[in-house]
């Protein structure tokens, strides 16, 4: 591929239940912590989940108090986190024109529409917030990053469930190319711990019902999985035009070498092993690259026994059993519309430093995958490319490739 048409990750930031930016993010993930914690809140007595992975740091702290009342939980996770990614790139000069913003999510300001439900019904229209809309638009959080950022480009927001991040960076990666934009700042947001939330996934038997040891209870891969944790989080990666980052001295982490979404289109809930090949097998040829090219996968992997099973078919076809493969959300649980970004990056870092972490709780791999699913200890190795995977409900795949 020529410089005008590769893509390269020049700055990169998170918040996630094992680290409140993205170097103690990815060194969580290598020490094997757990961000799985019980629910000791009053609410949480009422719901049959009594776990979740939150955040090791409120993203209001580092905002002022005037600005944070006016944000969502997810949009401060985005403008904190954007921040970060901006200065790691080192705050590129930009015609503002030529810098665009896309940030996914799963279910956007889902916090303040039931916070402002809850006022409504017991104090009435009157006490609502002036700043609920903003607050609650799955929009919001492209939108405010676009205003901190100055960015003219365009804001956009992909919402595909659990897959929202991952496509927020295919969709960089497209405007990039086309030549739309010279820089764009991309990834997922989602911060929707709630008793309802967390009881409706409950309700359809996605969540796992163990609590007994909060830390062992998201387990991908594991004979004895029982189901998903839910987590909040961010992952963020500032995207430029190779031409455009080289004639700055920007220094990158790598290249995000290719992509691909598809669509299984034959249920909203299950997941569809023949949907995701086709995603892989594309974001492959996208790459310009063979199965045998990959030496690493980041895995969607969630912890059910469903879609842990599809997804390792899936990769076994369209990839192989040559490639070492991980699952972190064994330590971060399932951040649903952020997870597919920051899955992305742990596959980026992975590729940079020649580690893949662990998969925490994996006692017994299940027999029917057969993978080489990397447990025990971390995985040393100099990978030239790496897929990242990430699946929704409604039958969205994403399949990411990255180059070091």
């Keep these: 591929m020529t410089e005008n048409g590769q893509v390269l990750v020049t700055g990169v930031g998170a918040m996630t239940p094992v680290g409140a930016d993205a170097s103690s993010s990815w060194s969580g993930l290598l020490a094997g912590k757990s961000g799985v914690r019980a629910l000791d809140e009053e609410w949480a007595t009422d719901i049959p989940v009594s776990v979740a992975a939150s955040l090791t740091e409120d993203p209001a702290a580092s905002l002022p108090r005037t600005e944070a009342r006016k944000l969502d939980r ?4 985005a403008i ?20 665009a913003v896309v940030i996914g999510t799963g279910t956007g300001g889902v916090l303040t529409t039931l916070g402002q439900d809850d006022l409504f019904e017991k104090s009435g229209a009157r006490r609502l917030s002036p700043f609920a809309v903003p607050m609650l638009m799955p929009n919001g959080p492209a939108a405010w990053v676009s205003m901190d950022l100055g960015a003219k480009g365009g804001a956009r927001t992909p919402v595909s469930a659990c897959a929202s991040g991952a496509e927020a960076l295919a969709m960089g990666l497209d405007l990039l190319r086309a030549g739309r934009v010279d820089v764009v700042v991309a ?85 569809d092993a023949a949907g995701q090949v086709h995603a892989i097998e594309l974001a492959l040829r996208d790459a310009d690259l063979t199965a045998r090219d990959i030496g690493h996968v980041h895995a969607h992997a969630t912890s059910t026994e469903s879609g842990d099973l ?13 490639a070492s493969v991980t699952a972190t959300k064994s330590m971060t649980g399932h951040m649903l519309g952020a997870s597919g970004a920051v899955g992305a990056l742990a596959a980026l870092l992975a590729l940079r430093d020649g580690v893949a972490p662990a998969v925490r709780n994996l006692d017994t791999l299940d027999p029917r ?36």
């Design 74 to 77: 997810s949009e401060q996770l």
């Design 80 to 99: 904190r986190v954007s921040r970060e990614a901006w200065q790691d790139a080192g705050a590129p000069e930009v015609e503002p024109e030529r810098l």
């Design 187 to 271: 990834g997922g947001v989602e911060a929707c711990l709630h008793p309802f939330t967390l009881a409706a996934f409950a309700q359809m038997k996605a969540l796992s019902p163990q609590s007994a040891d909060p830390e062992s209870v998201s387990r991908p891969f594991d004979v004895a999985r029982s189901g998903f944790v839910m987590g909040e989080g961010a992952g963020i990666m500032v995207l430029e035009r190779a031409g455009f980052a080289r004639a700055r001295g920007a220094t990158a982490y790598g290249t995000l070498a290719g992509s691909a979404v598809s669509s299984s289109a034959n249920h909203i809930t299950a997941s």
């Design 310 to 322: 599809a997804e390792a078919e899936a990769i076994g076809r369209a990839v192989g059993t040559h």
């Design 369 to 404: 995958i057969d993978l080489d699913v990397v447990r025990g200890e971390n995985r040393t190795g100099r990978w030239n490319a790496a897929l990242a995977n990430s699946f929704g409900f409604g039958g969205h795949n994403v399949s990411l490739v990255f180059t070091a």
